[in-house]
């Protein structure tokens, strides 16, 4: 599935509403946006919310939106994850052209800010270890401790930051704190750290800093480089806004970008944390970061999900000031509605029952022309063939049904979807008693599917022929928890042991089969499937994108 471009769709929120306004009293020029992913990890949707959301305003209002990695933790860094965010961007559409920049960008700029507010009297050095800091800071009812360092003077202070860059001290030794107020009621002005020793390999950097710039310092003096006119974060970061004005003010910036927060997205059935997904990963509970289950960019586009339905989705739920939990079910109606519009119609039968049409003549078969697509005549027909062994699927076949069960049963009569009616006579079982073979009789009366005499069934079925029909593995993905609002801190408890089942012998239709293409089908009756990775010519594989109708949430009601 490749990326498709985006037709900008101007909507309205606070956060554009604000845009307009200043673009209205002739603030800025240009309006400049930024999408500042750390590189620890792969997107998932709640960042779909917030690319849209960066990249949209910035083509609404003629602006320009920037990609920035904020590579300040070697650590956890990896160009692994580098790699598959820009190819997440793109595939949701959007596109940052030549603004892609690094944290790591501005390390010398950063540190000689550093400097500046070292010999400002506004940073020192603090010998105390991170426990030490972290008791000190005090609780939201008891303000915190000064550092026995606080009052350094400034050219020792500058003397031991120097030394901290040329790599003088282990891992933990020394931090750089800013000078604030450690009875701050916002923990976040409590003397927070700047700078930390890390002796390690920075993926763009190699081996030339030891010490390396928090987040909270990096992120908006980055901004200020950039120029960045709004920057839009999520509302875990409105406390950090004092902390990010603070810096700015005292700091020789080049401009002063405001921060604006807005509701990050949480979904029912999902977790968004990037611990629970990367333990989730690790813990070989799903088969990596582009699983179908996960919420990821890559799981979701792995799964079928067309990118448009992504955009969709976030333009509905739209863009608040308030948390709040979205039903799981707009995003599966999103795609249903995408999907529909654009899959082309195949047969798949899943759990495969055969049957043999008794009166059909033996050595024959016809072709039966279907339709690719009901509401598009422009995606054409195409030819199934027809003879005397077919497949159904199992579960349209009860051999005692319940009153309301229309399908095949003993003496009754259906459709077979564009060919004939054709009525079961026998049911034929193993040795075990199970059902292994259907014989019954059609109707060469009503090729078609209509009977020349007007009389009626109360059921169309799919089907495929079974010399023709080709074997293929289904795998068939379900919400991987079970609860609406899983439990983070106990995740494993809260998963569905049903989240995967794969089929190994389904039979598709040679139309599938031979088709390399990655665009979605609606597999008839059945739901949205995308060709999986690990296809191959000899062993076809397709993921079920979704159902054609919500069935999960009956499943486990409940549960939750």
């Known amino acids: 599935m490749t990326a498709e471009p985006v037709v900008a769709e101007v909507g309205r929120d606070f956060i554009r509403d604000i845009v307009q306004a200043d673009l209205d009293a002739r603030k800025y020029k240009e309006i400049v946006t930024r999408f500042p992913p750390e590189p620890n990890g792969y997107l998932h949707i709640g960042h779909a919310k917030s690319i849209a959301l960066n990249f949209g305003i910035a083509q609404e209002f003629a602006g320009r939106c920037h990609l920035r990695f904020d590579d300040t933790n070697p650590t956890k860094e990896e160009q692994e994850y580098i790699d598959s965010i820009q190819a997440d961007v793109r595939w949701l559409g959007y596109d940052w052209g030549r603004h892609l920049f690094y944290a790591s960008d501005y390390f010398e700029r950063l540190y000689e800010w550093a400097e500046v507010l070292i010999r400002n009297g506004h940073a020192y050095v603090d010998d105390q270890s991170q426990e030490e800091i972290r008791l000190a800071r005090g609780t939201l009812t008891e303000p915190g401790k000064n550092s026995p360092f606080r009052e350094r003077p400034v050219d020792e202070n500058l003397d031991?930051?120097?030394?901290?860059?040329?790599?003088?001290?282990?891992?933990?030794?020394?931090?750089?704190?800013?000078?604030?107020?450690?009875?701050?009621?916002?923990?976040?002005?409590?003397?927070?750290?700047?700078?930390?020793?890390?002796?390690?390999?920075?993926?763009?950097?190699?081996?030339?800093?030891?010490?390396?710039?928090?987040?909270?310092?990096?992120?908006?003096?980055?901004?200020?480089?950039?120029?960045?006119?709004?920057?839009?974060?999520?509302?875990?970061?409105?406390?950090h806004r004092p902390l990010y004005e603070w810096l700015l003010d005292k700091l020789p910036v080049p401009s002063k970008p405001r921060q604006y927060e807005f509701a990050r997205l949480n979904l029912t059935y999902t977790l968004l944390s990037k611990r629970v997904l990367t333990e989730l990963v690790r813990g070989g509970h799903v088969a990596g970061w582009d699983d179908p289950r996960m919420p990821?960019?890559?799981?979701?586009?792995?799964?079928?999900?067309?990118?448009?339905?992504?955009?969709?989705?976030?333009?509905?739920?739209?863009?608040?000031?308030?948390?709040?939990?979205?039903?799981?079910?707009?995003?599966?109606?999103?795609?249903?509605?995408?999907?529909?519009?654009?899959?082309?119609?195949?047969?798949?039968?899943?759990?495969?029952?055969?049957?043999?049409?008794?009166?059909?003549?033996?050595?024959?078969?016809?072709?039966?022309?279907?339709?690719?697509?009901?509401?598009?005549?422009?995606?054409?027909?195409?030819?199934?063939?027809?003879?005397?062994?077919?497949?159904?699927?199992?579960?349209?076949?009860?051999?005692?049904?319940?009153?309301?069960?229309?399908?095949?049963?003993?003496?009754?009569?259906?459709?077979?979807?564009?060919?004939?009616?054709?009525?079961?006579?026998?049911?034929?079982?193993?040795?075990?008693?199970?059902?292994?073979?259907?014989?019954?009789?059609?109707?060469?009366?009503?090729?078609?599917?209509?009977?020349?005499?007007?009389?009626?069934?109360?059921?169309?079925?799919?089907?495929?022929?079974?010399?023709?029909?080709?074997?293929?593995?289904?795998?068939?993905?379900?919400?991987?928890?079970?609860?609406?609002?899983?439990?983070?801190?106990?995740?494993?408890?809260?998963?569905?042991?049903?989240?995967?089942?794969?089929?190994?012998?389904?039979r598709i239709e040679p139309a599938t089969a031979g088709s390399n293409s990655p665009e979605p089908v609606q597999f008839e009756r059945q739901g949205y499937f995308v060709r999986d990775k690990d296809s191959t010519p000899d062993h076809p594989v397709f993921n079920r994108t979704i159902g054609l109708r919500d069935t999960f949430a009956k499943e486990v009601g409940g549960k939750g």
């Open 296 to 506: 990821t960019i890559a799981g979701l586009k792995r799964r079928g999900v067309p990118p448009a339905a992504i955009r969709e989705f976030v333009k509905r739920i739209g863009v608040a000031k308030a948390n709040s939990v979205v039903d799981v079910n707009m995003l599966e109606f999103s795609i249903r509605e995408c999907l529909n519009k654009t899959a082309l119609r195949r047969m798949a039968v899943l759990r495969p029952l055969k049957v043999v049409i008794e009166n059909y003549p033996e050595g024959e078969s016809e072709e039966i022309e279907a339709v690719n697509h009901p509401d598009d005549p422009a995606a054409g027909t195409r030819r199934i063939a027809f003879g005397r062994e077919l497949y159904i699927e199992r579960d349209d076949f009860m051999e005692n049904p319940p009153k309301k069960f229309f399908r095949l049963s003993p003496g009754t009569e259906v459709r077979l979807r564009y060919a004939y009616f054709i009525k079961c006579r026998e049911a034929v079982k193993n040795a075990a008693g199970e059902i292994i073979e259907l014989r019954c009789t059609y109707d060469p009366a009503t090729r078609g599917g209509n009977a020349p005499d007007g009389r009626k069934v109360k059921a169309t079925m799919h089907w495929l022929p079974a010399a023709q029909s080709i074997p293929a593995e289904i795998r068939i993905y379900n919400q991987l928890f079970t609860k609406p609002t899983p439990d983070a801190a106990n995740f494993a408890a809260d998963l569905n042991p049903q989240s995967l089942e794969i089929l190994r012998d389904a």
């Open 160 to 239: 031991l930051f120097r030394r901290m860059r040329a790599g003088e001290f282990p891992n933990g030794a020394r931090v750089l704190r800013a000078k604030i107020d450690m009875s701050s009621g916002n923990i976040n002005l409590r003397d927070p750290v700047l700078y930390r020793i890390l002796h390690a390999t920075h993926p763009r950097t190699g081996d030339k800093w030891s010490i390396y710039p928090s987040y909270d310092y990096a992120h908006g003096q980055s901004d200020a480089i950039e120029g960045i006119t709004h920057s839009i974060c999520t509302l875990e970061f409105e406390d």
